[in-house]
């Protein structure tokens, strides 16, 4: 994304140049003043991350990571303070710049959020900023800006903003894209080898966690906020594993049972995986396939303290590996949680509307055609596969599935809202299903589900 024209598309994101900053705002994005004071440092650190980050040229969350190793003196609330408050400067981007002008700095642009975006009064500025930038921000704050164009209310790119008009009228499409703009909750799915959710639930809510039952997913607890996991008892025994209700209704689709044999053709850390082999109560043989070792490598331990017996994981070259020939026609169920744009997960990860590129999605389709060919080969007779993706768009979801039903009749369509009705989960989705923050609270997903003839 270019800063002089935020929104409009680049086959490929390059480094944002340090453009002049208005008027005479001249303060340079890492902050060389004598701000010294906790909260001045904070914002001083806090431009820089944002700095790097706006570079677009790697996921927010690795630069987030690589900048914390860089800063281990600061604390969680710090920690805490700098990753909100950039994504919250990255998912009203277009805004920000509209309001600061097509050349601001990270400073300015976190000036303007903290301004406009958290509503600080000008008094919570004093001692952080100079009297010039003092000046500037009561500018920005008395500003007004025309209605702007439908992207731009939007806080999408063009090109994004007009793939997902294809499938909505502009009223729901704004709505939509509002509900990407916010942060998303916190999901917990229980181990059901391990505990029943009633007894997780009593023990967060014991531990001073706000915490209720998911509203779709039987196994989903949502949380209120985001505490600290990683070291609760629970989470350390395997009793529960971060994951998106809507990701776990996917599981729900493929429904495997005891003594199958099940593939998870696109497992990656194993996130699916794990409920998988809970759900087949740790029998049969559940084999994860992921053409990245290191993603595999990260699904061991986590398979270990789930105390699941039956996860293979196989490393493969790509969706023809030769491995995968003694599995063609025998496998009972097969689900292809498909490499995607991930557009359905930008309160999560919002620097990915901005990191896509159009011509990026065509070459995902064709590889999600490639990659669902190649996985239907290894389901039997009578065996069913799920075609997911966490996309909204319709050329990674409809496109692909019509392209493979035209060319696939010995599968047949199942109505995913049938399949998830018969386990006791009631959700109006129609054959295909469709999940999305505005309509469910989830991240945006989509599946289809298939039977193969016998």
């Known amino acids: 994304m270019s800063s002089k024209t935020p929104g409009k598309t680049k086959a490929k994101p390059k480094a944002k140049p340090k453009p002049k900053s208005r008027k005479t705002v001249n303060r340079s994005d890492v902050r060389h003043d004598a701000a010294v004071s906790g909260a001045g440092r904070q914002l001083s650190l806090t431009s820089q991350a944002l700095g790097r980050v706006l570079t677009f040229e790697y996921p927010a969350d690795a630069v987030l990571s690589r900048f914390f190793q ?5 604390g969680h609330r710090e920690r805490g303070f700098i990753a909100e408050t950039i994504y919250a400067v990255v998912r009203r981007l277009r805004w920000l710049y509209r309001l600061a002008g097509p050349e601001a700095t990270s400073w300015q642009l976190l000036l303007t959020w903290l301004a406009r975006g958290e509503g600080w ?24 800006l025309a209605e702007g164009t ?52 009593a023990r967060l809510i014991r531990d001073g966690i706000e915490a209720v039952p998911a509203a779709l997913s039987p196994q989903g607890i949502r949380l209120q906020g985001k505490p600290a996991l990683q070291k609760h008892p629970l989470f350390v025994d395997g009793s529960f594993e971060v994951q998106d209700e809507g990701s776990q209704i996917l599981g729900f689709l493929l429904q495997p049972r005891r003594g ?41 331990p986590r398979v270990a303290r789930a105390g699941l017996s039956n996860v293979h994981p196989v490393w493969i070259d790509h969706e023809h590996d030769a491995r995968l020939k003694r599995f063609a026609g025998k496998a009972d169920r097969v689900l292809v949680d498909a490499p995607c744009s991930g557009l359905g997960t ?17 070459e995902m389709a064709a590889r999600q055609r490639d990659i669902l060919d190649a996985a239907a080969k290894l389901v039997r007779p009578g ?72």
């Open 346 to 362: 930008l309160r999560r990860n919002p620097d990915l509307k901005w990191r896509q590129a159009p011509d990026a999605i065509a």
């Open 70 to 74: 860089e800063h281990r003196e600061l």
């Open 260 to 300: 199958e044999m099940v593939v998870d053709f696109c497992a990656g850390a194993g996130g699916k995986t794990l409920q998988l082999g809970a759900l087949m109560r740790s029998t049969g043989r559940l084999y994860a396939f992921d053409v990245a070792e290191k993603r595999l490598a990260r699904l061991r």
């Open 121 to 144: 009064p000008m008094r919570q500025f004093e001692g952080l900023v100079s009297a010039t930038e003092t000046e500037w921000i009561g500018e920005i704050k008395a500003r007004t």
């Open 150 to 201: 439908l992207a731009e209310r939007a806080d999408l790119p063009d090109w994004l903003a007009g793939r997902l008009l294809e499938s909505y009228d502009e009223g729901v499409f704004l709505e939509l894209a509002y509900s990407l703009n916010r942060p998303a909750p916190l999901d917990l799915r229980v181990n059901v080898l391990k505990a029943e959710r009633d007894e997780v639930l």
């Open 383 to 454: 065996g069913r596969l799920v075609y997911a993706t966490c996309s909204l768009l319709k050329r990674e979801n409809d496109d692909v599935v019509d392209a493979f039903l035209a060319t696939h009749p010995e599968f047949t369509p199942l109505a995913a809202e049938q399949v998830l009705s018969a386990q006791g989960i009631a959700l109006a989705t129609g054959e295909r299903l469709r999940l999305s923050p505005l309509a469910h609270d989830t991240d945006g997903f989509f599946a289809a589900v298939f039977e193969r003839r016998g």
